[in-house]
C-alpha cells in the first residue's frame, strides 16, 4: 500500500515509463528475432539487387516508408513519456502548493477545513550535519518532525550554510536545500509510522550522517503532542 500520494504519483510515472520499454523491447526483439531467421543466410541466397558495392554510387532503396512509420512512433511515445513527466513533476512541485491541512483542528490556529483555509508552512533547514524542522512560533527540532497522518503538509526548504538535499526516501521526494533560497515541497501522509530523511547531495565530511526521521501520527496523538509539547 501507498504511503503518500506522493509515491504513488511516482510509481505511476514510473510504470509508464516501465511499460512503455516493455512493449518496445518485445516488439523490437520479436522482429529481430523474426528476420534473423526469415532473412539467414542459405546456400543457395545472393546480395539484393540494391546491395552497396564499391566504386558505384548507392541506388535509392525506396525505404521511406519505414523512416516514417519509426519516426512517428518514437515521436509519439516520447511525447508520451515528456506529458506524463512534466504532469508529475507540475503536481510535486507546483508553482502554487494546494492548502497544507495539518493544523486543522488544533486550537492555536483556529482554521477549519470548511474554510479552506490554509495552515502555515513548515521550514526545513539543512545544516552540516543535521536537518532542523520548524514550526509556526519558532518551535523547532533537529532531526525529527511529526504530522498526522492524511492531511497535507507543505515543506519550506533551505540551508543554512552549504548545498544539501533534502529526501523522504520512501515518499519518493526530494528537493535542493539552498542558502538564500527557500524550494517548497508538499505532500499527504497515508499512514502511520517512520520515515526517513537524508541528505542527498554530497555537503562534506558529515553527509553519511545527516539522516532524520519523519514521523507521521494519527490525528489525536499528533493534537495532543502539538499541544503539549513546548
Ligand atoms: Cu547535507
Known amino acids: 500500500m501507498a504511503v503518500s500520494n506522493t509515491q504513488v504519483i511516482f510509481d505511476n510515472l514510473y510504470g509508464i515509463f516501465t511499460y512503455l520499454a516493455i512493449i518496445v523491447g518485445v516488439i523490437v526483439f520479436a522482429l529481430m528475432a523474426y528476420l534473423i531467421i526469415r532473412y539467414r543466410a542459405k546456400n543457395s541466397s545472393s546480395d539484393p539487387e540494391d546491395t552497396p558495392r564499391l566504386g558505384r554510387i548507392p541506388t535509392s532503396r525506396g525505404h521511406g516508408r519505414n523512416v516514417l512509420i519509426t519516426v512517428t512512433l518514437s515521436t509519439f511515445l516520447l511525447a508520451i513519456l515528456i506529458i506524463t513527466s512534466f504532469a508529475a513533476v507540475d503536481t510535486l512541485f507546483p508553482n502554487n502548493p494546494p492548502n497544507a491541512t495539518w493544523c486543522y483542528s488544533i486550537a492555536a490556529y483556529n482554521q477549519t477545513q470548511a474554510t479552506g483555509q490554509s495552515c502555515p508552512r513548515l521550514d526545513v533547514t539543512g545544516h552540516q550535519f543535521y536537518w532542523v524542522f520548524t514550526y509556526p512560533g519558532a518551535r523547532s527540532y533537529t532531526n525529527f518532525f511529526r504530522v498526522p497522518v492524511n492531511t497535507t503538509v507543505v515543506l519550506d526548504v533551505t540551508s543554512a550554510d552549504v548545498f544539501h538535499d533534502f529526501g523522504i526516501i520512501q515518499f519518493k521526494i526530494k528537493t535542493d536545500a539552498i542558502r538564500g533560497r527557500t524550494n517548497t515541497i508538499w505532500f499527504i501522509p ?7 530523511i537524508q541528505c542527498f547531495e554530497l555537503c562534506g565530511t558529515g553527509h553519511v ?17 502539538y499541544g503539549s509539547a513546548k
Open 209 to 225: 550522517g545527516m539522516i532524520a526521521t519523519l514521523n507521521v501520527m494519527n490525528v489525536t496523538a499528533f493534537q495532543n503532542w
Open 190 to 196: 497515508y499512514k502511520t509510522g517512520n520515515y526517513t
